[in-house]
């Protein structure tokens, strides 16, 4: 082969690879892609504000001025009961709201151990009872019932001890009234200090409790509180007229902790009730109300001067 022709393939062959070599290039610049972006994401936890309202005046009291909220029980709510004769049925209306941004799943409550104590007639006044004072001289504040001669009488001591002590003059009153009561007897080693409670002891005060002969039930109704047929929030076996004569269950019952597993702690709800809601549940922005019936009217005369106390909590929960 000429020297002229070797030089042809020569050239040749430099083109054909700067041939290949801008293939080789045009592929880099031309491969195919596609993209998308999920941007903003977020997790949020959402609220559970609980709001209670008694009655239809009351304040409503919230558990989110608390910084714990779901732990301890906010702002102090409104008293349900406060009744000094209760020989009839006495009925409290309460208001549950979730003020939140989540639907609760249910309602929760509890209520501290029911306590039995006689009831007062008044409170110490003056500058109560010095220590080991023989027959005193014990005046009562807000004396509200007469105190006839011979009557006896406690007064609670700086240890929280009662000490007896039997009047031993007629004392008339007034309503709210001050009265000096002259006593006999000696008091203990403790003072009596002013503002501490006075009660009459009668043997037939303290042989009914009231914590275990008080029936009481949880009944769900509408924003009008009138009373409604339907299967009982608390306790959920009781008949369906839900009073509180119907029910085995009283005071002493009430579950005493929101993991309470001998009691019923779970209001059951009526499907649909209140404002906001499509179920059993309390949706966020919903309101469910309730009747709350405590029935003394079938206590008997041992039931005279006895007096029960607790306080009860609720809880959403999601």
Partial sequence: M???????????LTVIGLIAVAANGAGTFASFSAQTTN?????ASGTL???NKVGTSGTTCTSEVDSNNGTTDGTTCDTL?????????????????????????????????????????????????????????????NLNQPLADGTKIEAKDSTGTYQTFTVSTTSTFAAGSSVDVTTTGTNGSNT?????????????????????????????????FAAISGICAWPSDASNDCSASSTTKYLSDLPTSFTDTTNQTQLNLKSGGGSGNTGTALSAGGSRYFLITVDGSSLGNTAQNAQASFDVSWQISH
Wanted: glycine fraction near 6%; proline fraction near 3%; charged fraction near 15%.
């Fill in 192 to 224: 009596i200090p002013a503002g501490n409670d006075v009660a009459v002891v009668e043997s037939f005060a303290t042989t009914q409790n009231l914590c275990s002969t008080l029936p009481i039930s949880v009944q769900e109704t509408d924003s009008s």
């Fill in 49 to 51: 504000f609980l709001h």
């Fill in 2 to 12: 000429s020297r002229k022709r070797v030089k042809q393939y020569l050239m040749l």
């Fill in 39 to 43: 941007a903003g994401n977020t997790f």
């Fill in 81 to 141: 009961f406060t009744v000094s004769d209760v020989s009839s049925a006495q009925t409290a209306k309460l208001t549950l709201t979730n003020a939140g941004s989540l639907d609760s799943a249910h309602i929760d409550f509890k209520a501290t151990s029911c306590q039995d104590s006689i009831q007062s007639i008044g409170t110490v006044g003056g500058s109560g009872v010095a220590a080991s004072a023989i027959d005193p001289t014990i005046t009562i504040a």
